[in-house]
């Protein structure tokens, strides 16, 4: 028995040895293959006689199963070795900077994502959006709007004028968006409840004005909705969209040739720097100017005055967009700096809904 | 326009504060611009008296002064004004004062080693005047210690309001009381005016001279003045000319200038003796001019009115005066004009000749012609009193209009219109102290509008009096009301599609620019645009000058201003209007995309693990294509075809189309030569869609997709390499393959295309992978061997390919 404990500590001895899966199978054949020294035992068991069998049977199958375990156990630690070095060696260095993705580049211009907040608020409360086009006729953008020919009014438009179209009618870029309403009267039956948010031109530049702008135009027309409807309406606005509590507004008497009554309407707010802060402060912020529709407009879109109402108001879209977002320069808006772009730009998926937020 | 509190008070019997009165104006639609309250700015700034006045020790133009200022020992100032000596009186200011003309707060200061403990003050430090060559002087009368915005009348403080065009009734002070008197503030004054008996007829005689026209006066009164001595005029009367920035001139002057403010009425003052014959109004002539007021000489039209003496033009009519008529401080016989004038002649009168006068602004917007003899006859009175003299009676040429509006006013229209529910008696209050008259019995009121009223008209108008006598703020909000049921969608297929190809271009790493909608003419023309009638009449600067045909031109504008500030690697895009003609329908949505450098869609410039590539047609393709399919087009049915308009490379560009009549868009390289002529630097590409030219999916009953056909067999794939000639498309290739078993042939792609000796010369080869995708059975070699070569067969057919051996 004494020769078995000698092979199993050269063979443990081998398989501690065994540097990797290789040399191990290279033990294992050499103690356990066909001809392996422990095979070679076990098959010296069958010219035993039964009482050498009786001890020696068990050692040697003892030492086979011995043998055998080791070699599992080793083989298992080689592997793990082995893995951990391929590991190692296919490590990189991940602090390499990736290339940034589409989506994070892409950016939704202040304009566009206003106009969405906006028609998010509206849409919830029934409005629908309504266009006219940039080249308007003197008619819809002026005398269907009750301006009188040669008025002060008009004067104050700074109108941009295209050639007059062959019939000789008068064309114009449009001065505001307030054509879309009489557009929307002679389109569309009453009940009405629209807001036309487009582009609007005036020959105007300095600090403050462009000469292309922004402006939503608003008219409901029904049987009912008088100057607290209107009032309630741009309150509920102004909280939706500048996302606050509580909008303190003040509405001045004012005048537009189409709104009679016709009001400007002012928010209470606080300037801290770049930031405005509405409901506090003693600063007047005018946003906007309203009134109901005029009869004569009434009448212009062939609906009884005394039989129908309602209201119009206007807003400056990129100004709205300056209170709320801190852009200091309006003339930024338009000369696509990638810099301030990528500054005041939303992202692609920030998606502007009543659900979610209109700005989380 | 502006008045003082103390002007405003001669017409306003009122206790209350010039805040009140300042917030009771915005309330009521007179919308304070501004209160300039130099009592309260200049509070610190009194009269001092210079004792002595020392150069200083160590500076040539400084001297050392001391100032008694009233208070006690001689203040040490050190001073550097040319004009400071001993024994002047001016204005000192001490330290802790704010100079509004500096925009400091003063400091006890040392300078050059002397020390000084305030400042004598120029007439710009206060902000009183542009004056700043020395330090004020005042007379030695001046009292010492005294504030010296008291002392210089400055102590009233200068309401600036807005007037609404439909208001000018509010452009005198009178009309601005009457309105703060109906809402409440005080007392109205007296405004009616006592005639003028005049001595005898006025000798110069005045004619109206229209031919057979209408004539453009309705009604123009005169009368002479005689023996009267002109000269400045009063010192209440300059102190609130120059309070509201008008300079004083002379008597006559001022006094025509005061009445215009105090009472809305111009007048114009002629020196008789100046005056050849009897005054004729009537158009001008062609050849005519004016040497007028302001010292400028004005050519004048048969459109505009003037009016006449034997001498020619002598006044331009309700806008200004002649030089040559004027009155001066040798005038002793004046006649005064007092007259009415067509509103739209005057304002395009005086639009043409760019003069913006006082006169113009209220005749254009509307005079009382009730007030035209009392006005006619407070002027007398003031120039009686001022300047002495007789009058004559007064000459009337035309007739002087009487508008008597009456409407019928139901009461229930305030209620209709503005939801605050007052009491008739409320609104007959509001409507009489405004100077409507009010007769009747509710419901139907009938209420008669005050001829300085030429705004109101309707019954509307007589509702916004009510209310914003009232107040706005009485009106109660008032929910809107929303549908009962969930919200519908209220957006059009074009808006849904706008807003989605914005959000789908900023997804592929396009930045959204939004561009002017005008552009240069050149670049208007170099783009298919520049037709005359897109083209601005009056355009705000020659860049800007032609409505866009494309949105491209601005996008490669915008790209090259940003590489010249240092970012040459952009991508832009814009989704807006193009105008093609004037009509509404010819102008369309375009989304635009524009890629400038190495700005591709997986970034731009270099990289570890590989620098991005110059952007190509490529880009753009890939750019249009991914847009069209999110906003879901049948891009399937779509065909790409070479080549693109003008500002396109020629042989890298392409058109989308549904045939040739319905064109999607364009993508490719820019044109060199365009580049050239908008004087920008590529590489550029991009690609414009035309949102408008997409077709509209069709409507369906359901929602429901059809069933997926999930085959459970494995697809197959076979790669062919076709040779064919270098121009062969390969578009044509894959249609020719696909076409080969449409039921079998589920895909196929071109995975290579190589050029080389090896293929020969104009030749290249093609690799294109072909997906077979078997419905029942797993397919036998055969059956692949047969659809390849029908596959192969097919493409040549088209091409006349060979497979590459």
Same mark, same amino acid.
């Given at each position: 028995m004494a020769d078995l404990d000698a092979l199993e500590s050269d063979i443990r001895q081998a398989i501690a040895g065994a540097a990797d899966e290789a040399a191990l199978e290279a033990v294992r054949i050499a103690a356990l293959g066909k001809k392996g020294s422990v095979s070679e035992r076990l098959k010296g068991l069958g010219a035993m006689s039964p009482e050498e069998r009786k001890t020696a049977g068990p050692a040697i199958n003892g030492l086979r199963d011995r043998v055998t375990e080791a070699i599992a156990a080793r083989r298992a630690v080689l592997k793990a070795e082995g893995l951990a070095a391929r590991l190692k060696a296919e490590a990189v260095d991940v602090t390499l900077p990736v290339r940034a993705s589409a989506l994070d580049s892409g950016r939704i211009h202040p304009v566009s994502q206003v106009i969405d907040e906006i028609t998010a608020i509206f849409a919830d409360l029934g409005f629908s959006v309504a266009e006219g086009p940039d080249i308007e006729t003197d008619y819809y953008n002026f005398t269907a709007l009750n301006f009188p020919v040669g008025h002060p009014a008009r004067e104050m438009h700074d109108t941009f004028f295209l050639p007059p179209a062959a019939d000789g009618e008068k064309l114009l870029l449009r001065t505001h968006t307030s054509p879309v309403q009489m557009r929307t009267m002679q389109r569309q039956a009453p009940p009405i409840r629209i807001i036309a948010p487009g582009r609007t031109y005036r020959n105007d530049s300095d600090q403050t004005h462009t000469p292309m702008f922004h402006q939503v135009e608003g008219l409901v027309i029904d049987r009912s909705s008088h100057i607290g409807h209107l009032k309630w309406l741009l309150e509920a606005f102004c909280r939706a969209f500048f996302e606050v509590e509580k909008v303190e507004m003040r509405l001045r008497p004012s005048f537009f =040739?189409?709104?009679? =009554?016709s009001m400007e309407v002012d928010i209470r707010c606080k300037r801290v720097g770049n930031e405005v802060r509405f409901g506090e402060g003693d600063d007047w912020l005018e946003i906007l100017g309203c009134g109901m529709v005029h009869p004569n407009v009434i009448r212009h879109a062939g609906l009884d005055p005394d039989e129908y109402q309602g209201f119009a108001f206007g807003m400056g879209i990129d100004r709205i967009a300056m209170l709320k977002y801190g852009m200091p320069d309006l003339r930024a808006f338009f000369d696509a700096d990638i810099r301030w772009l990528a500054h005041y730009g939303f992202r692609p998926l920030d998606l502007p809904t009543l659900v979610g937020g209109l700005s989380s | 326009m502006k008045f003082t509190l103390s002007w405003l008070k001669e017409h306003l019997e009122t206790e209350a504060s010039l805040e009140a009165i300042g917030d009771a104006l915005t309330r009521v639609g007179l919308e304070v611009e501004g209160i300039e309250d130099k009592a309260k700015a200049l509070a610190p700034f009194t009269v001092a008296y210079v004792v002595s006045a020392e150069q200083h020790p160590n500076a040539d133009r400084l001297r050392v002064c001391m100032v008694d200022t009233g208070t006690g020992e001689p203040v040490q100032v050190v001073c550097g004004a040319p004009n400071a000596r001993a024994g002047m009186k001016s204005v000192f200011s001490p330290p802790g004062t704010y100079i509004p003309g500096k925009d400091i707060t003063l400091a006890v200061g040392t300078i050059r080693g002397v020390e000084s403990r305030g400042m004598l003050c120029s007439a710009a430090e206060l902000e009183i005047s542009e004056d700043h060559d020395g330090i004020i002087e005042l007379p030695a009368d001046a009292p010492v210690g005294t504030p010296y915005a008291e002392w210089a009348g400055l102590a009233d403080p200068v309401i600036d309001i807005a007037i609404t065009p439909n208001r000018p009734d509010c452009l005198g002070v009178h009309g601005v009381a009457r309105d703060l008197a109906a809402a409440g503030l005080g007392r109205l004054a007296d405004g009616d005016v006592a005639p003028v008996a005049g001595e005898g007829p006025c000798p110069v005689a005045v004619r109206f001279d229209f031919g057979d026209e209408p004539a453009l006066s309705p009604a123009f009164a005169l009368r002479l003045v005689r023996g009267v001595r002109n000269g400045p005029s009063p010192d209440w009367m300059q102190a609130k000319l120059r309070a509201i920035g008008l300079r004083p001139i002379n008597a006559l002057v001022d006094i025509t200038n005061y009445l215009t403010y105090d009472r809305n009425r111009p007048l114009h003052v002629f020196d008789a003796a100046k005056v050849a014959g009897d005054l004729v109004v009537r158009r001008a002539r062609a050849g005519e001019s004016l040497l007028a007021l302001d010292g400028k000489t004005y050519a004048l039209d048969e459109k505009m009115c003037v009016i006449a003496d034997d001498n020619g033009v002598e006044s331009l009519a309700g806008i200004m005066g002649g030089e040559a008529s004027g009155c001066s401080d040798e005038t002793v016989d004046v006649l005064v004009e007092s007259a009415l004038w067509e509103p739209l002649n005057i304002a395009q009168t005086g639009r043409k000749l760019g003069i913006n006068s006082d006169a113009r602004y209220r005749f254009e917007r509307g005079?009382?012609?009730?007030?035209t003899i009392p006005g006619l006859d407070l002027a007398t009175r003031l120039i009686m009193e001022i300047c002495g003299g007789v009058p004559s009676e007064i000459v009337l040429a035309g007739t002087i209009p009487e508008p008597r509006l009456q409407l019928a006013f139901p009461v229930g229209e305030v209620t209709r219109l503005s939801g605050i529910d007052p009491s008739v008696e409320e609104i007959g209050a509001i409507l009489t102290a405004l100077g409507f008259t009010v007769a009747g019995e509710a419901p139907v009121l009938t209420v008669g509008v005050p001829s300085w009223r030429p705004d109101i008209d309707g019954k509307a108008d007589l509702v916004e009096e009510v209310v914003r006598i009232l107040g706005i703020d009485r009106v109660p909000s008032t929910p809107l009301g929303k549908s009962d049921d969930v919200s519908r969608p209220v957006l059009t297929p074009l808006q849904v599609r706008t807003r989605r190809a914005k959000r789908a271009l900023a997804a592929r790493g396009l930045v959204e620019a939004v561009t002017w909608s005008f552009v240069a003419k050149g670049v208007a023309e170099a783009f298919g645009g520049g037709a005359e009638a897109l083209a601005l009449a009056n355009p705000i600067s020659p860049e800007m000058s032609d409505m866009r045909p494309s949105l491209l031109p601005g996008l490669v504008l915008a790209a090259q201003r940003n590489a010249d500030r240092g970012s040459a690697d952009v991508a832009l895009f814009e989704v807006g209007q193009i105008f093609r003609g004037i009509r509404p329908e010819d102008q369309k949505i375009a989304a635009t995309g524009l890629r400038r450098g190495t700005a591709g869609v997986s970034g731009s410039g270099r990289h570890w693990q590989g620098a991005a590539a110059p952007v190509s047609v490529f880009d753009a393709k890939a750019d249009a294509l991914s847009l069209l399919e999110a906003l879901g087009a049948p891009v399937d049915k779509f065909q790409i075809v070479a080549g693109a308009p003008s500002w396109f490379h020629p042989g890298r560009s392409g058109t989308i189309q549904l045939g040739p009549q319905t064109v999607i868009g364009h993508f490719g390289e820019l044109h060199p030569a365009t580049l050239e002529a908008l004087d920008v630097e590529g590489p550029l590409a991009g690609f414009e869609i035309i949102l408008d030219q997409i077709p509209l999916p069709r409507a369906r009953p359901t929602k429901t997709r059809p069933p997926l056909d999930a085959q459970a067999l494995q697809p197959v794939t076979r790669d062919f390499a076709f040779v064919v000639d270098r121009t062969t498309e390969a578009g044509k290739i894959l249609k020719a393959a696909l076409s080969a078993d449409k039921a079998l042939i589920a895909a196929a792609s071109v995975f290579d295309v190589f050029e080389g000796a090896a293929i020969g010369e104009g030749r290249k080869s093609v690799a294109i992978e072909v997906t077979l995708r078997p419905t029942d059975h797993t397919l036998t070699d055969a059956e692949i061997d047969a659809v390849s070569a029908k596959i192969v067969a097919q493409v040549a057919k088209a091409t006349g390919a060979v497979l590459r051996g």
């Amino acid at each position: 028995m004494a020769d078995l404990d000698a092979l199993e500590s050269d063979i443990r001895q081998a398989i501690a040895g065994a540097a990797d899966e290789a040399a191990l199978e290279a033990v294992r054949i050499a103690a356990l293959g066909k001809k392996g020294s422990v095979s070679e035992r076990l098959k010296g068991l069958g010219a035993m006689s039964p009482e050498e069998r009786k001890t020696a049977g068990p050692a040697i199958n003892g030492l086979r199963d011995r043998v055998t375990e080791a070699i599992a156990a080793r083989r298992a630690v080689l592997k793990a070795e082995g893995l951990a070095a391929r590991l190692k060696a296919e490590a990189v260095d991940v602090t390499l900077p990736v290339r940034a993705s589409a989506l994070d580049s892409g950016r939704i211009h202040p304009v566009s994502q206003v106009i969405d907040e906006i028609t998010a608020i509206f849409a919830d409360l029934g409005f629908s959006v309504a266009e006219g086009p940039d080249i308007e006729t003197d008619y819809y953008n002026f005398t269907a709007l009750n301006f009188p020919v040669g008025h002060p009014a008009r004067e104050m438009h700074d109108t941009f004028f295209l050639p007059p179209a062959a019939d000789g009618e008068k064309l114009l870029l449009r001065t505001h968006t307030s054509p879309v309403q009489m557009r929307t009267m002679q389109r569309q039956a009453p009940p009405i409840r629209i807001i036309a948010p487009g582009r609007t031109y005036r020959n105007d530049s300095d600090q403050t004005h462009t000469p292309m702008f922004h402006q939503v135009e608003g008219l409901v027309i029904d049987r009912s909705s008088h100057i607290g409807h209107l009032k309630w309406l741009l309150e509920a606005f102004c909280r939706a969209f500048f996302e606050v509590e509580k909008v303190e507004m003040r509405l001045r008497p004012s005048f537009f =040739p189409f709104t009679e =009554p016709s009001m400007e309407v002012d928010i209470r707010c606080k300037r801290v720097g770049n930031e405005v802060r509405f409901g506090e402060g003693d600063d007047w912020l005018e946003i906007l100017g309203c009134g109901m529709v005029h009869p004569n407009v009434i009448r212009h879109a062939g609906l009884d005055p005394d039989e129908y109402q309602g209201f119009a108001f206007g807003m400056g879209i990129d100004r709205i967009a300056m209170l709320k977002y801190g852009m200091p320069d309006l003339r930024a808006f338009f000369d696509a700096d990638i810099r301030w772009l990528a500054h005041y730009g939303f992202r692609p998926l920030d998606l502007p809904t009543l659900v979610g937020g209109l700005s989380s | 326009m502006k008045f003082t509190l103390s002007w405003l008070k001669e017409h306003l019997e009122t206790e209350a504060s010039l805040e009140a009165i300042g917030d009771a104006l915005t309330r009521v639609g007179l919308e304070v611009e501004g209160i300039e309250d130099k009592a309260k700015a200049l509070a610190p700034f009194t009269v001092a008296y210079v004792v002595s006045a020392e150069q200083h020790p160590n500076a040539d133009r400084l001297r050392v002064c001391m100032v008694d200022t009233g208070t006690g020992e001689p203040v040490q100032v050190v001073c550097g004004a040319p004009n400071a000596r001993a024994g002047m009186k001016s204005v000192f200011s001490p330290p802790g004062t704010y100079i509004p003309g500096k925009d400091i707060t003063l400091a006890v200061g040392t300078i050059r080693g002397v020390e000084s403990r305030g400042m004598l003050c120029s007439a710009a430090e206060l902000e009183i005047s542009e004056d700043h060559d020395g330090i004020i002087e005042l007379p030695a009368d001046a009292p010492v210690g005294t504030p010296y915005a008291e002392w210089a009348g400055l102590a009233d403080p200068v309401i600036d309001i807005a007037i609404t065009p439909n208001r000018p009734d509010c452009l005198g002070v009178h009309g601005v009381a009457r309105d703060l008197a109906a809402a409440g503030l005080g007392r109205l004054a007296d405004g009616d005016v006592a005639p003028v008996a005049g001595e005898g007829p006025c000798p110069v005689a005045v004619r109206f001279d229209f031919g057979d026209e209408p004539a453009l006066s309705p009604a123009f009164a005169l009368r002479l003045v005689r023996g009267v001595r002109n000269g400045p005029s009063p010192d209440w009367m300059q102190a609130k000319l120059r309070a509201i920035g008008l300079r004083p001139i002379n008597a006559l002057v001022d006094i025509t200038n005061y009445l215009t403010y105090d009472r809305n009425r111009p007048l114009h003052v002629f020196d008789a003796a100046k005056v050849a014959g009897d005054l004729v109004v009537r158009r001008a002539r062609a050849g005519e001019s004016l040497l007028a007021l302001d010292g400028k000489t004005y050519a004048l039209d048969e459109k505009m009115c003037v009016i006449a003496d034997d001498n020619g033009v002598e006044s331009l009519a309700g806008i200004m005066g002649g030089e040559a008529s004027g009155c001066s401080d040798e005038t002793v016989d004046v006649l005064v004009e007092s007259a009415l004038w067509e509103p739209l002649n005057i304002a395009q009168t005086g639009r043409k000749l760019g003069i913006n006068s006082d006169a113009r602004y209220r005749f254009e917007r509307g005079i009382d012609p009730a007030f035209t003899i009392p006005g006619l006859d407070l002027a007398t009175r003031l120039i009686m009193e001022i300047c002495g003299g007789v009058p004559s009676e007064i000459v009337l040429a035309g007739t002087i209009p009487e508008p008597r509006l009456q409407l019928a006013f139901p009461v229930g229209e305030v209620t209709r219109l503005s939801g605050i529910d007052p009491s008739v008696e409320e609104i007959g209050a509001i409507l009489t102290a405004l100077g409507f008259t009010v007769a009747g019995e509710a419901p139907v009121l009938t209420v008669g509008v005050p001829s300085w009223r030429p705004d109101i008209d309707g019954k509307a108008d007589l509702v916004e009096e009510v209310v914003r006598i009232l107040g706005i703020d009485r009106v109660p909000s008032t929910p809107l009301g929303k549908s009962d049921d969930v919200s519908r969608p209220v957006l059009t297929p074009l808006q849904v599609r706008t807003r989605r190809a914005k959000r789908a271009l900023a997804a592929r790493g396009l930045v959204e620019a939004v561009t002017w909608s005008f552009v240069a003419k050149g670049v208007a023309e170099a783009f298919g645009g520049g037709a005359e009638a897109l083209a601005l009449a009056n355009p705000i600067s020659p860049e800007m000058s032609d409505m866009r045909p494309s949105l491209l031109p601005g996008l490669v504008l915008a790209a090259q201003r940003n590489a010249d500030r240092g970012s040459a690697d952009v991508a832009l895009f814009e989704v807006g209007q193009i105008f093609r003609g004037i009509r509404p329908e010819d102008q369309k949505i375009a989304a635009t995309g524009l890629r400038r450098g190495t700005a591709g869609v997986s970034g731009s410039g270099r990289h570890w693990q590989g620098a991005a590539a110059p952007v190509s047609v490529f880009d753009a393709k890939a750019d249009a294509l991914s847009l069209l399919e999110a906003l879901g087009a049948p891009v399937d049915k779509f065909q790409i075809v070479a080549g693109a308009p003008s500002w396109f490379h020629p042989g890298r560009s392409g058109t989308i189309q549904l045939g040739p009549q319905t064109v999607i868009g364009h993508f490719g390289e820019l044109h060199p030569a365009t580049l050239e002529a908008l004087d920008v630097e590529g590489p550029l590409a991009g690609f414009e869609i035309i949102l408008d030219q997409i077709p509209l999916p069709r409507a369906r009953p359901t929602k429901t997709r059809p069933p997926l056909d999930a085959q459970a067999l494995q697809p197959v794939t076979r790669d062919f390499a076709f040779v064919v000639d270098r121009t062969t498309e390969a578009g044509k290739i894959l249609k020719a393959a696909l076409s080969a078993d449409k039921a079998l042939i589920a895909a196929a792609s071109v995975f290579d295309v190589f050029e080389g000796a090896a293929i020969g010369e104009g030749r290249k080869s093609v690799a294109i992978e072909v997906t077979l995708r078997p419905t029942d059975h797993t397919l036998t070699d055969a059956e692949i061997d047969a659809v390849s070569a029908k596959i192969v067969a097919q493409v040549a057919k088209a091409t006349g390919a060979v497979l590459r051996g």
